[in-house]
């Protein structure tokens, strides 16, 4: 078994383990009731962090900076520079005063406030004109602006959508709608888009600015969507809205709330601390322990830079902002109540780690790696971007170290991620090298658990997690989700085969060290539990428990899957290369494998468990399980969440070796108190016989497109359309039709499944018409002349 990063590792013992103790230290104190004037003593604390640092600049040996317990309101965010740094074995740690509370927020508490009743269940107060008002917290919980539809908590996306959300009848009814927002799910279901709205035209439409929160511009979702921040839909309790003009802030109170004595708060800062470095000047050895980080500004509308080829843009911000760290990190704090992201590596950094940490009710993603762009040899940014092969940059890896590398995220609680930006995770990776992502629990977020944007540059370890209610409010993707849309790779794939064909050497060009990904225990109910789309390549994927939704893997290449235990799901390869070198061997799947295009299976698909003859037979009459066996799949406890096999399987014989299944997720007992526990399935049957039937059209063998597989691997928006399946060669269909095209429609009549497809056949016979299929994620229309 490989082990975890042990440079990581040591990192971590030296830095956030080392007694403070071993080694001369100064303490300063910081106090809400202190002065700058004072001398930093416990008796006589300074009042600002900002002396603090000051005074720690020129002191020698470790510094801790102890703050007393209590609210620090930040104006702005607290920085670290290069003056900060301290030497080895001279830490600066920034921490509480032991067992006392301390919570720095980027907001500010709303004083003085008169509250008179407006009308119906609505108050309103004067707070003055130099507010941001992007958010409002109410005895430390956040308040909805006033919206429509009005918020669900059981609502599965956007805490409720509405078709009619921008309909002229609603819109009509708002009379000065500028400053409101506009809320959509991407049409596909792939992320998220908002927009600003500035008011409205001389016809009375909206005038919108927005929608660069996602590389794959096809459009707002046309049902899933939503409106905030318009006065005339405060009409529920918890919802609020603040008129800049006027200064007045309206607020409906929920029943029970005592609105005279409540607190009220407001972000007004995006980011917390920052450290700002360089990799000639970095912030060097500072560590931040036992705080409480909360209240910053939302950033979806400042979410704009795109990465590679990615369905992804970025903000490069956090509560948290890390930049040209290095030996630098965050150990045992609470981040929550933020609008963006949490905490975010820019650029170069090394040796830093994000452990021990709670960080729950984040706008955007908990935990990012990103790196700078101009470090990659050929970079693309749009889905259909490439460059062409004689004007490649064919040298390996990155072209400068501005990346993050070597740094690590472990024992960390992350929950209630995206609930403002859906295309978001709990931890990034791109553009960085060698990060480690271990023991950490994941769950409820609108998308990806753990995410690898691109193959840039490989060398991950991602082990020990335990992910699961994911892509919650989002489709085709999976707990872990990478893609691998590295220089090499074409979104037309008759080009990108060739391609590898012909130049295999670029494929890994890119993700030059192998992702590990082991001893996960994943569940996805709304997609895969282990997604390797679009190109994933360079992978180790062993000894991992998925509990739902299987593993898929798109086209790449040297991708092992060895040792996994896939329940009440399978394996799913999709539209692989012909020369991938992949192989799939001693894993245990729950029902026989669901193929889409495949005509070479790689280097070796064998010696794997399956649980019915019917299944293992299937395999063998495609040339792949030879060595395979099935046997009934009896595990030891499922119920108490161990999926061992029993002693005597037969599975054994044939290579497959039991794992622990104990070690999943945060190892501090704090933090395993209090993380949610993982929906342990069922055993079910498991039965994806494909009862559809199949028809002929034009020499091409169709069928209705109808699960989440064939959807993925078309790039559809929704489960419709006839799928084609095979193509003749001579035949009609062979000069308008690939395999795996989808027929959307045909004389103008939609197609949803073989049954319209058929229908709309008997009209045309003997006729020219139009047809519409969807390839490589475009829609192309084209004509052709039935006959009789």
């Not at 040591?10 to 303490?27: D, E, G, K, N, R």
């Not at 005895?139 to 599965?156: E, F, K, T």
């Not at 497959?656 to 299944?661: L, Q, S, T």
Request: net charge neutral.
């Amino acid at each position: 078994m490989i082990k975890i990063n042990r440079i990581v590792v040591a990192f971590y013992v030296m830095i956030f383990v080392l007694p403070v103790c071993a080694l001369s230290q100064t303490t300063y104190y910081v106090s809400s009731n202190g002065s700058d004037t004072n001398t930093g003593t416990p008796q006589q604390p300074f009042l600002s962090i900002t002396k603090a640092l000051a005074a720690a600049r020129t002191t020698q040996g470790q510094v801790i900076i102890r703050l007393f317990g209590g609210t620090y309101y930040l104006e702005s965010p607290i920085v670290f520079t290069p003056a900060d740094s301290r030497g080895d074995g001279e830490i600066l740690t920034i921490t509480n005063v032991e067992n006392e509370t301390v919570t720095i927020s980027g907001g500010v508490r709303l004083q003085n406030l008169r509250w008179r009743k407006y009308k119906g269940g609505v108050w309103q107060t004067r707070v003055g004109p130099d507010l941001i008002f992007d958010q409002l917290f109410v005895n430390r919980r956040l308040q909805h602006m006033a919206r429509y539809p009005d918020y669900d908590s059981s609502a599965r996306f956007l805490g409720g959508t509405a078709a009619d959300a921008l309909s002229k009848e609603r819109t009509a009814r708002w009379q000065n709608p500028g400053g409101g927002y506009v809320h959509a799910l991407h049409r596909s279901e792939w992320g998220d888009f908002h927009y600003l709205i500035k008011g409205k035209d001389s016809l009375g439409e909206l005038m919108l600015e927005g929608g660069w929160q996602n590389n794959r511009r096809m459009g707002m979702h046309p049902v899933h969507r939503f409106v905030e921040n318009i006065f005339e839909e405060l009409d529920s309790p918890g919802e609020w809205y603040y008129d800049k003009q006027s200064g007045l802030l309206y607020y409906y109170p929920p029943e029970g709330l005592d609105i005279k004595t409540a607190t009220f708060e407001t972000p007004r800062i995006r980011h917390l601390i920052e450290f700002k470095g360089t990799e000639a000047a970095p912030v060097k050895n500072i560590r931040i322990s036992g705080l409480t980080l909360m209240h910053t500004l939302r950033t979806f509308m400042e979410n704009k830079e795109p990465l590679l080829r990615s369905d992804w843009t970025i903000y490069r911000g956090g509560a948290v902002l890390f930049t040209g760290a290095i030996h630098c990190g965050i150990a045992d704090c609470v981040i929550r109540d933020v609008g963006g992201n949490a905490i975010f590596f820019n650029n170069y950094n090394r040796y830093c780690e994000v452990s021990g940490c709670l960080i729950s009710d984040i706008g955007a993603s908990a935990v990012c790696f990103v790196g700078d762009p101009a470090a990659v040899r050929s970079p693309r940014f749009e889905y259909n971007e490439f460059v062409p092969l004689e004007e490649m940059d064919r040298s390996p890896g990155p072209s400068t170290n501005n990346y993050p590398a070597s740094c690590s995220v472990y024992n960390n609680l992350l929950f209630n991620l995206g609930m403002v930006e859906k295309q978001s995770a709990g931890i990034e990776l791109s553009m960085c090298r060698h990060i480690t992502a271990s023991h950490n629990t994941i769950y409820d977020v609108p998308r990806a658990g753990i995410n690898v944007s691109e193959g840039t540059w490989g060398g991950h370890e991602i082990a020990y997690n335990d992910v699961f209610n994911t892509v919650k409010e989002s489709g085709d993707h999976g707990s872990f989700n990478s893609w691998g849309r590295d220089r090499y790779w074409h979104p037309d794939k008759k080009k990108l085969d060739s391609i590898v064909a012909t130049n295999f050497d670029l494929v890994l060009l890119d993700v030059v060290d192998p992702i590990l990904l082991h001893h996960n225990r994943m569940r996805c109910d709304h997609g895969w539990d282990i997604d390797l789309d679009d190109g994933s390549s360079n992978y180790r994927i062993y000894d991992n428990l998925c509990l739902n939704g299987g593993i898929k893997l798109r086209e790449g290449v040297n991708r092992v899957v060895e040792n996994n235990i896939m329940v009440n799901n399978t394996f799913h390869p999709h539209v692989w290369f012909d020369n991938s070198n992949d192989v799939f061997k001693h894993n245990v799947v729950a029902t026989g494998y669901l193929p889409i295009g495949i005509k070479v299976w790689g280097q070796e698909v064998d010696y794997n468990v399956f649980p019915d003859s019917v299944s293992l037979k299937a395999a063998w009459e495609r040339g792949t399980d030879s060595h395979s066996v099935c046997v009934p799949l009896d595990f030891q406890h499922p119920e108490q969440g161990d999926f061992r096999l029993k002693d005597g399987s037969k599975a054994f014989e044939i290579g497959f070796k039991n794992f622990p299944m104990d070690s999943f997720g945060v190892v501090s007992p704090k933090l395993k108190a209090l993380a949610k526990k993982i929906p342990l399935p069922s055993i079910v049957a498991v039965n994806y016989a494909d009862g559809d039937e199949a028809i002929e059209f034009m020499g091409a063998k169709v069928k209705t497109l109808r699960t989440l597989g064939e959807r993925s691997a078309t790039g559809m928006d929704e489960t419709r359309g006839a799928l084609v399946v095979s193509v003749m060669p001579g035949t009609a269909a062979a000069k308008l039709l690939q395999p795996n095209d989808v027929i959307l429609f045909l004389n103008g009549k939609r197609i949803d499944n073989v049954g319209d497809l058929r229908e709309a056949l008997m009209r045309v016979i003997g006729t020219s018409t139009d047809i519409a299929i969807f390839r490589n994620q475009k829609e192309i229309r084209k004509s052709l002349f039935f006959f009789k």
